[in-house]
């Protein structure tokens, strides 16, 4: 059952004339949120989320988006739905990116996109005061890009459900640890680890210099998040910190180059092995115990080991 407002629900019953845009939400992974609008013009509503009433946001005009619809039945079925974007022009960008090379650097992985509905009794109320009311079409976690091409792309949104059909061992063998780094199987302490610097230099969206002395690779795979300046609020992966010059290399680059004095807080990460390049192996975050939580099994011997010469 799709939830709308009271005033929503009594308008598309009452209603002989109106209209309608779709407003797409684009959550990253890191966090960082793109709205576009399926209109001509700008729309500032706010949304219902679990119940919340959140907002007011503003949806820009974006490239030209657009939806294969979306299929709705009872159960527990997980549905699906394909969106189309349209780019290739340089105009829409994404950290500096047009919106399809930025698609194409999987900069979509482990997202997840929103897909509400506004409607108005005309346009300038719609662009004006804003919509009556809104509702969910689609909620879910994008998948894959079925088709990247030099003008649009087609990317598949699945219902988060899809998760509970993918068939797989509670345990598997793996050289690396299931745990994750920090979860309570782990019992590494990630917040006590944390420390809050300021950048001191950098060179370009994906690597800056702090102000914090540490080891080599000490901060590698971790995350930092900027509390500051014009990256306030995004997160990004770490892929290597460096003891010369205090250097920090990101997996993918920031909205904006980070400023001197720009503030952060940053918390390592783990390579999930017994040890590692580096000081972030289990060995090195649980010397004790070690032994008692790591869930690899590095030596396990590969499958041709027992098979005839």
Known sequence: MKAATTNLINFLENATAYVRA?????????GEVIRYTSANAPVTTTITVNGVVQGPYTWNVGPPISDEGVQSSRGVNAASVDITINGGTGVWTVNGLDILDFIEGFGLDGASIRIDRAWAPDWPTLFGSGPIGTHCRFSGLFTEAKELGETQAVV?????????????PAEVYSTSCLNVFGDADCGVNVAALTRSGTVTGASSQLAFNMNLVVADG???????????????????SIKYSAA????????????AEPA?????TISPGCCLALSGAGPNGCQQWQPATWAERFRGQPFVPPPTTGLPT
């Open 22 to 30: 779709d407003l797409y939400t684009f959550t990253l992974n890191g």
């Open 156 to 168: 598949t949104v699945q219902d988060p459900r899809s998760v509970l059909q993918t068939q797989y």
């Open 218 to 236: 000490y901060f590698s795979l971790g995350v930092v998040t900027f509390t500051s300046g014009e990256n306030a609020g995004i997160s990004r």
């Open 244 to 255: 010369s010059g205090n250097g920090v290399m990101l997996t993918s680059p920031l909205p």
């Open 260 to 264: 001197v004095g720009d503030a952060f």
